[in-house]
C-alpha cells in the first residue's frame, strides 16, 4: 500500500481508524499517484479523527441519515452527499448504520499536483477546506460509477482511476478561491513565483535524462541546497525527488497513451533505466503493465 502518512507519523490515518472501529472494509483499490480508494460498511458506534496526515474524500452510498458529528447532532448525512476531511482536520463522529460509503485517500503530493498542473498557482495557494454532509452532484456521481464497477479487472481499475482523478480535478476548480490564493501567497518560507517556475519547467524539460539532482535543481532557483530543499517542500509538499518521479510517471502514461513507441523508447524519453524498470513503476502506480495500460487507454 502506499505510504498516505509520510512525515506525520504522530497523525492516526482516517484508514487506520475505520479499520479499528465497527467498519467493515468491502474492498480497496491503489490507484495512480499514491491514490487509495476503499469501500466500507458500518453499522454504528464512535469514531474520533485527528490529524490523520492525508486529505480524505467520503460519498455515501447508502444510508446516513442518523450519521453525524457529536457536537451538531441535528445535521446528518444522507445518500449521495459527502465530506472533506483535511489532512489537518479533526472530528467526532456518532454512527448509527447501516451506512455504507467510498472513501479517496490523498497526500499533500497528489493535491499540490493538480494545483500545479491546472492552476500553475503555488500549492500553498488553494487550500483544502473541511466540508461535512455537502451535496454536490458530479462527486454524488463518481461514487456510484466507481462503486458500480469490478474493482479487480485491470481494465476496470484505469476507469476508476480515470474517474477518481477527474473527480480531484473538480475539487481543486472548486477550491481556487482569491482570498485562500492571496493569504497563501503573503504566507513566508516557500519558493517565489518565478523561482517555482523556472524550476518546474526545467524539471519537465529534462526528464529524459538530464541532471535532476539537488544541487542543479538549486542552481536553477539560485539558492543553496539546504535553502532549496526547505523551500521546495514548503512549496509543493514534498521533496524534490517525489516530485520528479511523479512527473516520469505522468510523461510515461501520456506517451503510452498517445504515441505507439515501443517500452524501451518510452522509457529513455522519461528517464527510466530500460523497459524493466519503466513497467516495475507503472505496475506499481496503476496496478497494470505499461501493455494493458496502452491497450485501455486507446480503447477508451
Known amino acids: 500500500m502506499p505510504d498516505l502518512t509520510a512525515g506525520h507519523t504522530a497523525h492516526q490515518p482516517v484508514f487506520d481508524v475505520l479499520g479499528r472501529s465497527r467498519a467493515r472494509r468491502e474492498r480497496e483499490v491503489d490507484l495512480a499517484d499514491g491514490l487509495r480508494l476503499a469501500q466500507w460498511f458500518n453499522d454504528g458506534g464512535r469514531m474520533d479523527y485527528e490529524k490523520p496526515g492525508h486529505h480524505t ?16 447532532p441535528g445535521e446528518t448525512g444522507s445518500p449521495g452527499c459527502h465530506c472533506i476531511l483535511p489532512a489537518e482536520h479533526e472530528s467526532h463522529w456518532n454512527v448509527a448504520g447501516p451506512l455504507r460509503f467510498v472513501h479517496l485517500y490523498l497526500s499533500d503530493t497528489a493535491w499540490a499536483d493538480r494545483i500545479v498542473r491546472l492552476l ?6 488553494i487550500t483544502l477546506e473541511q466540508r461535512i454532509f455537502g451535496t454536490d452532484a458530479r462527486l454524488a456521481a463518481w461514487a456510484q460509477a466507481v462503486a458500480a464497477r469490478d474493482w479487480q479487472d485491470p481494465a476496470e481499475r484505469l476507469r476508476i482511476d480515470a474517474l477518481s482523478q477527474a473527480a480531484l480535478d473538480h475539487l481543486v476548480l472548486q477550491a481556487a478561491r482569491p482570498r485562500q490564493r492571496q493569504r497563501a501567497e503573503r504566507a513566508a518560507g516557500g519558493l517565489s513565483g518565478a523561482a517555482r ?23 536553477e532557483a539560485h539558492l543553496s541546497e539546504f535553502h532549496f530543499a526547505r523551500m521546495f517542500r514548503v512549496s509543493m509538499g514534498c521533496t524534490v525527488h517525489d516530485w520528479v518521479a511523479a512527473r516520469r510517471l505522468d510523461r510515461a502514461r501520456a506517451l503510452l497513451r498517445e504515441t505507439a513507441l515501443p517500452l524501451a523508447d518510452v522509457a529513455a524519453a522519461c528517464g527510466y533505466a530500460g523497459a524493466s524498470h519503466l513497467s516495475r513503476h507503472v505496475k506499481a502506480a496503476t496496478g497494470a503493465t505499461p501493455g494493458q495500460l496502452r491497450r485501455a487507454l486507446a480503447g477508451r
Open 197 to 219: 517556475r523556472r524550476v518546474l519547467d526545467f524539471v519537465d524539460a529534462h526528464l529524459d535524462g538530464g541532471d535532476l539532482g539537488l544541487t542543479r535543481l538549486a542552481a
Open 120 to 125: 500553475d498557482a503555488e500549492p500553498r495557494a
Open 57 to 72: 474524500l467520503s460519498v455515501y452510498l447508502q444510508g446516513g441519515r442518523r450519521t453525524h458529528l457529536v457536537e451538531t
